[in-house]
């Protein structure tokens, strides 16, 4: 089965999971785990590694990161690694691609697709008005 | 010449040194010295990733940081390391760094002393503290500061606390 997996610091994966439950609400395979002030990395990769844990041998999975580079990114960029295919990480997405992101569980698209798909829509999904 | 500045920061290359160090400090370089990276390719390009394009970035064994500093820079540099003890085999090339700063640093089972508040929270054993302390009595200034905008802690204050 496909998981999205939202990571970020002070809050953030707690805020699109509120975001969500207020607009289309927040589906079964979405986790959520946020980086604490008391967290260093290896504690918050054990968070992480125990949620992974739980997901079966050929679960596909994206995380979905606040920020590209930061700590949420690499514990979950290195899980990669190992599920090359399989697991992806994404960094920077905003509302309307997380969104997309809670209506996967039936979709025809490859884990790879979803995960191009999901940057293209922040992509296309920001604006400034007046132009 | 450039001037060359060290960053202690058990998570090395991380988005706060890069979004508020490097502009505060004007930096063009970045030498994250990380054995176990330096080898990876694949945690390389990890690290690299978040790292704007303007910036000449390295991640690099001890050794071929030693040869990187060992050249004369017309451009600021950051050198990064994880953990302090790694500071004891550069010692040589300590002589040229302008200022220390102490970033985020993780408890390990030696550390006794904890540094924390708006600068961060910072763990040391009594060897980095007489590691830091050495390079402190040869005139570098050493700090700890989480980014620019927060309070600093000046290594003698934090010295006065743990006396």
């Known amino acids: ?131 | 010449m450039g001037k060359t500045y060290i960053r202690v920061d058990d998570r090395l290359i991380h988005g706060q040194t890069i979004v508020a160090w490097c502009p505060a400090l004007s930096i063009k370089e970045i030498i994250a010295i990380d054995d176990e990276s330096a080898k990876n390719p694949m945690l390389k390009s990890i690290l690299t990733m978040g790292v704007p394009q303007n910036y000449k970035t390295h991640i690099v064994t001890t050794e071929e940081a030693k040869k990187l500093l060992k050249e004369e820079s017309p451009i600021n540099r950051l050198v990064i390391v994880r953990f302090p003890e790694k500071l004891e085999e550069l010692k040589e090339e300590m002589e040229q760094v302008e200022m220390l700063i102490l970033g985020n640093i993780a408890k390990r089972p030696d550390t006794v002393h904890k540094v924390s508040g708006a600068t961060g929270i910072f763990y040391l054993s009594d060897r980095d503290v007489s590691i830091i302390d050495e390079i402190a009595s040869k005139g570098i200034e050493v700090c700890f500061q989480q980014v620019p905008t927060t309070s600093k802690t000046t290594w003698e204050a934090f010295k006065k606390s743990i006396n």
């Open chain 1, 1 to 131: 089965m496909k998981r999205v997996v939202v990571m970020g610091h002070g809050g953030y994966a707690e805020g699109v999971r509120k975001n969500l439950e207020m607009i289309v609400g927040v589906p079964e395979f979405m986790h959520f785990l946020d980086l604490t002030k008391e967290d260093d990395l290896d504690r918050f990769k054990a968070r992480v590694e125990d949620l992974v844990k739980q997901f079966d041998d050929d679960d596909e999975v994206l995380f979905v990161c606040d920020l590209l580079g930061a700590s949420p990114f690499r514990v979950a960029a290195e899980l990669c690694i190992s599920k090359a295919g399989k697991y992806y990480t994404l960094a920077g997405l905003n509302a309307m691609a997380i969104m997309e992101l809670s209506m996967i569980e039936d979709s025809e698209l490859s884990i790879e697709e979803l995960a191009n798909h999901a940057v293209e829509t922040t992509k296309t999904a920001v604006a400034k008005f007046p132009e």
